[in-house]
């Protein structure tokens, strides 16, 4: 079964197991701005094949009183980067189980298509906004 944990940091059996571009973002942020994106998430979880293999961290910044949907944010590991189809259903899983507690949510994604097809197979759809160079997808 998907092993699904909360978090406050990063778990050391993933450091190291991150894709490429979670390492860049990584490297970019300083460990303050690291702490703080777990302390102000509502909530953050681990995420982890049958198998117990790395697949990612994922956490939602709280919404808005004045309408902007929680936010989900993702840390992508290799596994799963490289082999997508493989856990199709542990990902879909999260997904519901992100849905029943945020029934609308929002995330921002580049302009990648791997990116925005990926989101729109589970359920997120282009806003057609932009905020920083990242397209507005929500659910």
Known sequence: ?????????????????????????LNQASEDELNLLFQVSDEVWSVRSDEGVPLLIAGVLPGTMLGRAPELWIMLCK???????????????????????????????????????????????PTGCWEQNYMIFEV
């Open 1 to 25: 079964m998907t092993q699904i944990d909360p978090v406050r940091k990063i778990p050391k059996d993933f450091l190291g197991n991150f894709s490429e571009y979670t390492t860049w973002e």
């Open 79 to 125: 596994e799963l980067e490289q082999r997508p189809r493989r856990y199709v259903r542990e990902v879909r899983y999260l997904v519901q189980r992100l849905r029943e507690i945020y029934p609308r949510m929002r995330t921002k994604l580049e302009d990648r298509r791997p990116q925005c097809r990926f989101a729109e197979f589970f359920g997120f759809r």
